[in-house]
């Protein structure tokens, strides 16, 4: 079937599903449109038409994933989909603000050092952990059960050397189980390590992956921060935190092999259920299999969702507390505070159209506007909170901020710029000698010996006409551009 997209604004379209459902919301200008092929089209409607869906939005960096398009939102008040959360449970980004001025990081032998500062704290690669580096922290099995238990409770945080007040700055900073309790997400843990599923637990397997980024996508980069230039940007940037002209540090990562590990048990389980009991699969696709909510088998995913959820944001957290603490060695006296740690491949209950329902938002970031009932106990009521989107280097990245009429796409925008370009593809086509002689044109240093040409500027979506579809959609303003002036990253095949 051949699917069309209708305008209905500059960057707004709907997509019929062809049933009698109400059609897709669509956010992407006309040039961005042209971006969704034919797989991603179909994900999109076979999502949308899965059981219990209630809305589905297609965000401008929308691309073919699994099950469910890359860039999406879902809504569903009655079940749970793991293929709209990914593998990567909880992929995210955080933003680590330094009292630190752009001249400081002028000369490239400091920033040479700085990414050897922090390469020897915080390793990259898919397999990698603390025990890869030399200034590591041990994490136990017995600090990691509180970790994955507790989330950026006070008590792990305390621990890891993490500054309490970060926690204040997470979208959020723990998840409970399916009852709202830890208990249920221990006695969730006890069982995975009994049935043998988690063999290895401690500091030489999963727990000591926390502090790291892993491969592919994700990244650290040292950002000089340009805020805009208009009242209103200055305002929110100074309740966000974000200084002009200074350093910051943006960071994505994700749950690591613990995440993956949970996940892909969670999509082994249902579908080895879809068969047992001849269930149809939504589209025939079987990484779009479910789970009624408050079955034995919606518990079970919510739990092991919640579980790669607190590890993902204390892996983020400890980051950046060592990202600070290379910063330091290398610069003695300065100082940092988080801006925000937010996600983009996670499910969370809240209220749509007045009703409670699981937002499902896989590569796609919450966006709460000013007054939102959800930040009334957060530094964010009066703005709206932070949302980080990564672009590319060269393009540089976006602070932006929602505003109300955000609330018809689900209150959500997109997580960056989205692939233009398979890593395949990218692989074969792009050359290396380019690519990097534009990272050093452009005076971007990175930790990779040739930068991965499956993560290049040109296999991404061109990013300031991603943001203008943002804008013109009326989604979210911008307060802050981000500009890179070093990149850590990791040549291996993406987590999410």
Not at 130 to 158: C, F, I, M
Request: hydrophobic fraction near 35%.
């Amino acid at each position: 079937m051949e699917y069309s997209m209708i305008e209905t604004g500059e960057a707004t379209a709907i997509l019929p599903t062809g049933e009698r459902t109400p059609p897709i919301t669509v956010i992407g200008t006309e040039a961005i449109r042209k971006t969704f092929d034919a797989i991603c089209l179909k994900q999109a409607v076979n999502s949308r038409l899965a059981p219990g869906v209630t809305e589905l939005v297609l965000n401008p960096d929308a691309h073919c994933g699994y099950g469910a398009p890359v860039g999406c939102v879902m809504v569903s008040p009655t079940h749970i989909y793991p293929g709209p959360v990914g593998v990567d449970i909880k992929c995210s980004m955080s933003l680590l603000q330094l009292d630190l001025p752009e001249e400081a990081i002028q000369d490239r032998p400091v920033r040479r050092a700085l990414i050897e500062a922090i390469c020897d704290r915080t390793p990259t690669g898919a397999g990698k952990g603390q025990r890869s580096v030399r200034k590591s922290r041990r994490v136990d099995g017995d600090l990691g059960e509180r970790v994955v238990t507790q989330g950026a409770s006070a008590e792990v945080l305390s621990a890891l050397g993490i500054p309490l007040e970060w926690a204040e700055r997470c979208e959020d900073s723990f998840h409970t189980g399916h009852d709202g309790t830890a208990e249920s997400l221990k006695a969730r843990l006890d069982y995975i390590r009994t049935q043998g599923r988690l063999k290895n637990f401690g500091f030489a397997d999963k727990m000591g992956q926390l502090g790291s980024y892993g491969g592919g996508n994700h990244f650290g980069e040292c950002e000089v921060v340009e805020v805009g230039q208009e009242d209103e940007a200055k305002k929110v940037a100074e309740t966000f935190g974000l200084k002009d002209g200074k350093v910051a540090f943006l960071s994505h990562c994700g749950s690591r092999g613990f995440g993956h590990l949970l996940a892909s048990g969670q999509f082994r389980d249902l579908q080895e259920m879809f068969t047992k009991w001849g269930i149809p699969l939504p589209g025939n696709d079987r990484e779009l299999v479910y789970a009624p909510l408050g079955t034995p088998q919606g518990n079970a995913y919510i739990d092991d969702m919640s579980l790669g959820a607190n590890f993902a944001t204390v892996n983020h957290l400890l980051i950046n507390a060592l990202v600070l603490e290379a910063f330091q060695q290398v610069l003695p006296g300065i100082t940092g505070k988080l801006v925000y740690f937010i996600s983009h491949n996670i499910a969370r209950e809240e209220v749509v159209n007045n009703q409670k329902a699981w937002v499902h938002r896989k590569g796609a970031t919450r966006a709460f506007p000013a007054g939102h009932h959800s930040l009334r106990e957060t530094p964010f009521f009066d703005t709206g909170h932070p949302i980080l989107l990564p672009g590319n280097p060269q393009a540089g990245s976006a602070v932006m901020v929602a505003r109300p009429e955000a609330v018809k796409s689900c209150y959500s925008v997109n997580h960056g710029a989205g692939r233009a370009m398979g890593r395949k593809s990218a692989t074969r086509t792009l050359d290396q000698a380019n690519i990097d002689r534009s990272m050093d044109e452009s005076d971007i240093l990175t930790n990779c010996r040739a930068y991965p040409r499956d993560e290049a500027p040109a296999a991404y979506k061109d990013f300031n006409e991603v943001l203008s579809s943002v804008k013109k959609a009326g989604l979210a303003s911008e307060v802050a551009r981000l500009r890179a002036r070093f990149v850590i990253k990791d040549s291996s095949k993406a987590d999410d």
